[in-house]
């Protein structure tokens, strides 16, 4: 019998022949990965071959639970989407909400993996009964929320569904997976859905898993909801992430006009301070969650937007763009097409630049211009024009364009930046270079010391190195349990802490140490699959212009990140790691690693 909150198998599918089996997953297995993006990493190692091209039929998608899943445990139904990405190469997970993490997870499995591909458009469906597809024909080019609503009407309302947009449909590298308005973002795994024709993923709830000690559950439950209530989660009721906005331009961290300026003058007219007043509609929360981060906002039009900091970033300031009916507009664009809006907006903003220099016959496509914005994001999510170029991300069209436009592509490891500028944040610079997703803020949250005043922020050094994984140990034991990182303000000892609500769900007695332990034991498995796909020492690395420009701070001062200060920051961090020099993993960590 499996530990309380497992059933301790995994269901694998075969989209090609709609035959599926269990997977066996052993109590030692699910302790030393939990669930969510490490029981996915092993997943991919076990069912996967890192070789495999991400669209080729073979290449598995994992939509992975976690023994959290389905507890009063406030922000605990989420879960994993995991596969090889067809962005960057790499192993990629994407975490989403609400009530498919519940329902997927009682289906009976930790874990449902879909591999092979159907040979018409379908809909996979998976209940007590088991796994079987169905035609989706009439679903083609139908937005993920179009998706979703016709399908629990067709089937009944106690069906959740995962869904692709057109993007997923027609490959774009960087097309996302949603679920009632939440969206598994980053790395294309909608693509690697619409390779397979998938159009949607349905669950439904058929069974129950309880935890092994409920009682204890209950009470941490209560605590926790009292603590999401406090200081460390006001931002994100009160303003939501967009909070970030004034904030990080007032520090000249914020991108503007693709890396070439860290504040944007018109960085008011977008803020959440201003832009709330004006247009802010509502206020919601993922299933099972007390914090409700969500800030719904009205477009013109009446349509309705779930602003972020990062897609209003990535589509604002990153594009220049400062009209909020714009950014408002190219959101929900990036929504209904089912775009990732931060590899979106990097990839528009290098075609801009582009543009401006010559390299790219576009003179529509300019910095600032909302109508080019609108323009080209649908011609990227129909891969049309232009859009057909830049549905592969700014890493691989600048490779095509050539002219030099590679040093200033916007990306690690073909994933685009997030709104965090390295040349200021050295914590974060050193975070985003060696994340095995590529640029990614969610994996790696360095960017917390570097705000925090307790350590120089443009003199990365050894408290950077040590923040750095930190971080990125705190991010992979969340992703894994999971739980939201809008609620890790809340924990005072956090591996000690996570580790007793893991204890109290599972009956296993876990402490920090061990918890410790099986971040870094994540961590190093990503790594090494990554090794196996491909990697090079080279991708741990940042785009050349930020490593070869200085950047101008609000103030006047100069900042910026030198190759050897970067290097010497890789070093350490190779070092402190286990690793050796050219980043590779060593026999004893490979052993942990449970591979075979
Ligand atoms: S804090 Fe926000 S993202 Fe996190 S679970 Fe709650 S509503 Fe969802």
Redesign the pocket.
């Known amino acids: 019998m499996a530990a309380g909150g497992y059933f301790g198998r995994a269901l694998v599918v075969d989209a090609g022949t709609g035959v599926s089996e269990e997977l066996t997953l052993p109590d030692e297995l699910l302790r030393a990965y939990i669930g969510g993006a490490g029981l996915g990493a092993w997943l991919m190692h076990r069912l996967g071959s890192p070789g495999v091209d991400p669209l080729a039929p073979a290449a598995p998608l994992a939509f992975v639970f976690s023994p959290l899943v389905g507890t009063p445990l406030t922000?605990s139904a989420?879960f994993a989407v995991v596969a090889r990405s067809p962005l960057t190469g790499m192993l990629n997970d994407a975490l989403s909400?609400s009530q498919f993490a519940i329902a997927g997870k009682l289906t009976g499995h930790d874990a449902i993996v879909v591999r092979g591909a159907c040979a018409q458009p379908s809909v996979l469906l998976v209940d007590g009964d088991g796994a079987r597809l169905t035609g989706a024909a009439e679903l083609a080019g139908r937005t993920a929320a179009e998706t979703e609503a016709r399908l629990r009407e067709k089937l009944g309302r106690n069906w959740r569904v995962a869904a692709i947009g057109p993007a997923g449909e027609r490959g774009v590298r960087y097309a996302t997976i949603s679920h009632d308005g939440?969206h598994a973002g980053r790395g294309g795994l909608g693509a690697v859905m619409g390779a397979k024709r998938l159009k949607a993923i349905a669950v439904r709830a058929a069974t129950k898993v309880a935890p092994a000690h409920p009682e204890e559950v209950l009470s941490a439950a209560r605590d926790l909801r009292a603590r999401s209530f406090g200081p460390a989660?006001a931002k994100?009721r009160e303003l939501g992430t967009l909070a970030n906005l004034l904030a990080f331009n007032a520090i000249s961290t914020l991108p503007t006009r693709n890396f070439q300026a860290a504040t944007f003058p018109d960085a008011p007219r977008l803020a959440a301070e201003e832009l709330g007043e004006m247009r802010r509609v509502a206020r919601?929360?993922?299933a099972s969650?007390t914090?409700?981060?969500?800030h719904i906002y009205s477009a013109r039009g009446g349509g309705k937007v779930r602003v972020e900091y990062e897609n209003v970033f990535a589509l604002g300031p990153m594009c220049g763009v400062s009209d909020p009916d714009a950014v408002l507009a190219a959101s929900g664009l990036c929504d209904e097409l089912g775009l990732d809006t931060i590899s979106a907006g990097g990839t528009i903003a290098w075609a801009m630049e582009c543009a401006e220099r010559g390299l790219i016959d576009a003179p529509w496509l300019r910095f600032g211009d909302a109508g080019a914005l609108v323009r080209i994001l649908t011609e990227i999510g129909t891969r049309t024009g232009l859009g057909d170029l830049l549905a592969d991300g700014s890493r691989s069209a600048a490779e095509r364009v050539g002219g030099g436009s590679s040093a200033f592509a916007p990306h690690v490891k073909g994933m685009e930046m997030p709104g965090y500028e390295p040349r200021t944040l050295h914590a974060m610079a050193l975070g985003l270079a060696v994340n095995a997703r590529g640029a990614d803020h969610n994996r790696s949250g360095a960017y917390e010391a570097d705000l925090s005043g307790d350590l120089a922020r443009l003199d990365g050094g050894a408290a950077h190195v040590a923040a750095a994984i930190e971080t990125e140990d705190r991010a992979a034991v969340m992703d894994s349990l999971i739980l939201?990182k809008?609620?890790r303000g809340v924990f005072t000892e956090p591996f000690g802490e996570w580790a007793a609500l893991l204890s109290a769900v599972t009956g296993w007695e876990v402490d920090g140490a061990e918890l410790r332990q099986t971040a870094r034991r994540i961590v190093l498995a990503k790594r090494v699959f990554n090794i196996r796909a491909g990697w090079r020492p080279a991708d741990d690395w940042l785009p050349e212009r930020l490593l070869s420009e200085p950047v101008q701070l609000g103030s006047g001062r100069v900042a910026t990140l030198t190759p050897q200060r970067l290097r010497g920051m890789i070093t350490a961090y190779y070092a402190a790691r286990g690793l050796d020099e050219q980043g590779g993993p060593d026999p004893a960590g490979l052993a942990d690693l449970q591979l075979m």
């Open positions: 922000t989420k909400s939440r989660t994100y919601n929360s993922c969650c914090i409700g981060c969500e939201c809008f609620l």
